[in-house]
Structure formats: structure tokens, C-alpha cells
């Protein structure tokens, strides 16, 4: 099979990717969808007139982005805290820059957060930059480091992760392939100042038990008619020296970290999304036809010229003639505009909370807590496994970087309905300490995770701060007069 065969559950769910992406881009990618998400109406044939019908039926339309609102604000409550990270101090500068492009290792983590709310799967490759060594044909540490190389990570959207295959090795499930499908930019060889989008694929693969990359790059006939697929590059990336034994590759869902693909945790809202969009269409078109009375005269001459205007008089010679206006009348346009709140409502009910109209009477923080647990587990997961894929990832760069042995973890936020300490609380807690009932240190903890201090310090660190600034306050003091 070629290089660019998919795999088929990607496209079982390539339709729903698409979807889902179309609805959280917004108004202009679902309108441009076109009857994909708004089938033409009765009479709006497929020729010039029934095409200009179906572009102002469109036009009138519009898409309230409730999906996007949804995703960014649960993925916002899952990053609003930065991820707790314990690794080693000679992974900071990756951290700083874990992408190789400015990306930081909390910016990267939303972004995969991100993905597995939208669409529910992405993968991060953990790669090393390739080069010739002049010094041998060994890349070491060393010799990395004095040619300014280290490791660093892509996230691949569910699109671009095109095939897969696992294959079991002493009991152990393993990867044992990875295709990726890139767009890679160039300089033109016609125009210095173009650049071309060159189409490749990035194989990824256990070959006798070594990690292996190939790059098989799409390019033209000579003609210009068609294109096949080349073998660009091959290589055997090295870890110190020494050959790779598995795919650092890692696949991330709400539900786990395998290969499996999973439904998207927005696809019911985005479905009331697209069907609330249709009702808001014709709501619209049948209020631009609708919406204004018509004048209508009967018994009159039909050469008479007729004015609307206060100033304007008609006088009609004809004593039966008679003038009214045309107005709509009935349920119609009532239902539609009931359906679209009954959507309002369910979208709600999903997580859309924002369009929910606003209750008169306060609600408890217990009730609030209750009525949200479904959502607050469902982000529970996303976060435990993210928190799992990038503490692998954050191992896979550890231990190209020579600190394998080294304690690795993320954890991300899972406290999404936060409830600051109050005073009195803070008090009985101190009350506590005082006693030596609850540590220091417990009321420390408790006190971060009320919110009243960042945590960004330990509880160490947090201890000399206080120490110094007691000892500032001292020397301040004047000293207390002598009898």
C-alpha cells in the first residue's frame, strides 16, 4: 500500500474532525460549508436564480458559536492554574521553549488540552534535530550541545495522523508505526520571494526493534500532470549514541493515552449548533419576507401611480375601490423562534451554560457543585490524561538530554470549581497551628489550595521569605530604652 493510506477509523472520523473544526472556527467556515450544514430550501434549484436564492438565504442567516464558547471555557478551566511540573533544573531551557519556536511547556500543555476538548485526539512527537557530526559519525550529548542541538516536541492534530499500527513485543503492547502527514514550506527555486507548500509524509517506525524516520516527499512529473510520492529522507534518530527502541510518540484523548479514536466531547452540542443555526436561517428568511406590510389596492386604475407618505393622498374616483396592507399573520415564524430557545436550552444542558438565561435566586455553592459534577468529571479526565501523555513526553526529552534517571511528572489542574479560604477560616486554621494540631506545613497546603497565596514558592521557600522579612522588621524596631 502507499505511503499516504489511511487508516480506516481515521476515516470513519475524519468527518466528524471536520465538523467539529468547522463549528468552533465559527460563522465564516460553517457558512462556507455550505449545504453541508444548510440544505437548500423547496424551489431553490441549481441554476442561476436558485443559486442567488441560496446565497441570501445563507447571507441572512447566522451562527451563534456556542461549541467554541463551551471548549474555551473548560479548557480554560483545566489550564487556569499553570501545570505543577517536577523535572530536573537541566530541562528548564526546554521548558522555556519546548517546541523549538518560543512555545512554553504551559502554552504547549493547553494546546493539547485544547485539541482533546475540540476533537477529542491529537499526538506529541518527541524529535532531535538531524545533522552531520564532522567528529565522527556518533552524535553524543557533547557533541550536540557544542553544535547548539537538543531535543524538542510537535503536537500533530488528529487530521494529520493519518496511520497507525501497534504490534505486541514481550508482552507489551508497543507502536510500531506512525504516519504523519506535513506541510512543509520552501523558498521557490522560480521566485526568491515565494514560498511553496510541499506535501510530505513522516514515517515513523520499529524496524528490528530500531526506531527508524523516513520523509517521503510528493513532487511533479514534468509535465506538471501528476505527482508521486519520493523518498526525501531516512534516518535512525540516536539517543547518545545509541539506537532508539521505541516510537517517542503519544497519543492523547479524554479517554487514555492508546490508539483508539473517541467519539468528540462535543459532538452533541456541536449537532444542536448546527441544527440551531437552520432554525435561525429560516427564522430570518421568513422575516425578510414577513417582516414588512404590503399595500394593497383594489378597484383602482392600474395606471395610477400610488405614493406611500404623509403627505400623500389618494383620492380614488371609484367609490368601490378600497386600499389595506397585507400583514403576516400565525404561528409559524412563533415556533421557530420556540425552537431555537428549546436549543438554547439543551445546548445548556451540554455545557453552554452562558446561554442559559440568568436564575432570579441565588443558588448555594453545594448546588452549583452538584449541578456540575458531570462536566467536572468528564474535565477530571482530560486532565489526568493529559497530565499522564506529558509526563511521558516530559520523560522521552529527560531522557535524550542525559537525565533519564531523574524523577519526571505533570499534573495538571483538576480543581475546577474553586472556592476561596474565608477570614474566619483562615483564623480557625492558625488557631490550629498554634495548638499543634494541624503542621505548618498542612496549613500552608490548605491556604494554597484555598486560593489565598499563588503556591508558585514551596513551603521551604515560603519559610525564608517570612524569616527575612522578620528579621527586616527587627532592625526597623528601635531599640527599647534601658532602665
Not at 371609484?318 to 436549543?343: C, H, T, V, W
Request: glycine share 6%; proline share 4%; hydrophobic share 35%.
Amino acid at each position: 500500500m502507499p505511503v499516504d493510506t489511511r487508516h480506516p477509523e481515521y476515516v470513519k472520523h475524519r468527518d466528524d474532525w471536520r465538523k467539529l473544526r468547522d463549528v468552533i472556527a465559527g460563522q465564516k467556515a460553517v457558512k462556507n460549508g455550505g449545504e453541508l450544514y444548510l440544505p437548500r430550501l423547496g424551489g431553490q434549484e441549481r441554476n442561476a436564480e436558485g443559486n442567488k436564492e441560496y446565497r441570501e438565504y445563507v447571507e441572512r442567516a447566522v451562527f451563534v458559536n456556542a461549541t467554541a464558547r463551551v471548549s474555551e471555557t473548560f479548557a480554560g478551566m483545566v489550564m487556569r492554574k499553570p501545570p505543577a511540573v517536577e523535572a530536573p533544573a537541566a530541562l528548564d531551557a526546554i521548558r522555556e521553549d519546548i517546541t523549538l519556536t518560543g512555545k512554553s511547556f504551559d502554552q504547549f500543555a493547553g494546546q493539547v488540552v485544547k485539541q482533546v476538548m475540540d476533537v477529542n485526539r491529537c499526538g506529541v512527537l518527541v524529535d532531535f534535530p538531524t545533522a552531520e557530526n564532522p567528529e565522527g559519525s556518533v552524535i553524543t550529548l557533547a557533541h550536540a550541545e557544542k553544535m547548539g542541538l537538543r531535543v524538542y516536541s510537535s503536537i500533530y492534530e488528529a487530521e494529520n495522523i493519518i496511520n497507525w499500527r501497534t504490534t505486541r513485543v514481550g508482552g507489551k503492547t508497543v507502536l510500531s508505526l506512525v504516519v504523519l502527514e506535513e506541510c512543509e514550506q520552501e523558498v521557490s527555486t522560480k521566485d526568491a520571494y515565494e514560498v511553496v507548500d510541499i506535501k510530505q509524509y513522516r514515517v515513523l517506525e520499529l524496524k528490528e526493534g530500531r526506531y527508524q524516520q523516513s520523509i517521503y516527499r510528493e513532487v511533479q512529473s514534468q509535465s506538471g500532470r501528476s505527482t508521486s510520492l519520493q523518498l526525501h529522507a531516512q534516518y535512525a534518530p540516536l539517543n547518545n549514541g545509541k539506537a532508539l527502541t521505541e516510537i517517542p510518540f503519544e497519543f492523547f484523548s479524554a479517554e487514555g493515552n492508546d490508539t483508539c479514536i473517541y467519539d468528540p466531547l462535543l459532538s452533541d452540542v456541536a449537532d444542536l449548533n448546527i441544527a440551531h443555526y437552520r432554525n435561525y436561517a429560516d427564522l430570518e428568511h421568513g422575516l425578510h419576507f414577513t417582516g414588512l406590510p404590503v399595500p394593497v389596492v383594489s378597484g383602482a386604475s392600474t395606471d395610477d401611480e400610488f405614493r406611500i407618505g404623509s403627505k400623500t393622498a389618494w383620492v380614488l374616483e371609484n367609490p368601490q375601490a378600497s386600499a389595506s396592507y397585507l400583514e403576516f399573520k400565525g404561528e409559524g415564524l412563533k415556533q421557530l423562534r420556540q425552537g431555537m430557545i428549546d436549543k438554547e436550552a439543551q445546548m445548556a444542558a451540554l455545557g453552554a451554560r452562558m446561554l442559559a438565561p440568568e436564575k432570579r435566586e441565588v443558588e448555594t455553592a453545594e448546588a452549583l457543585g452538584q449541578k456540575r459534577q458531570g462536566e467536572i468529571s468528564t474535565l477530571a479526565s482530560i486532565a489526568n490524561s493529559v497530565s499522564r501523555g506529558l509526563t511521558r513526553i516530559l520523560k522521552f526529552m529527560a531522557d535524550w538530554s542525559g537525565q533519564g534517571s531523574t524523577k519526571v511528572s505533570v499534573k495538571l489542574n483538576t480543581d475546577f470549581n474553586p472556592q476561596s479560604l474565608d477570614a474566619p477560616t483562615i483564623t480557625a486554621l492558625l488557631k490550629a497551628v498554634v495548638s499543634s494540631q494541624i503542621s505548618s506545613e498542612s496549613f500552608y497546603e490548605a491556604i494554597v489550595k484555598g486560593e489565598v497565596i499563588s503556591g508558585a514558592r514551596s513551603f521551604d521557600e515560603e519559610k525564608v521569605l517570612i524569616d527575612e522579612d522578620a528579621a527586616r522588621r527587627e532592625a526597623l524596631m528601635p531599640d527599647e530604652p534601658t532602665q
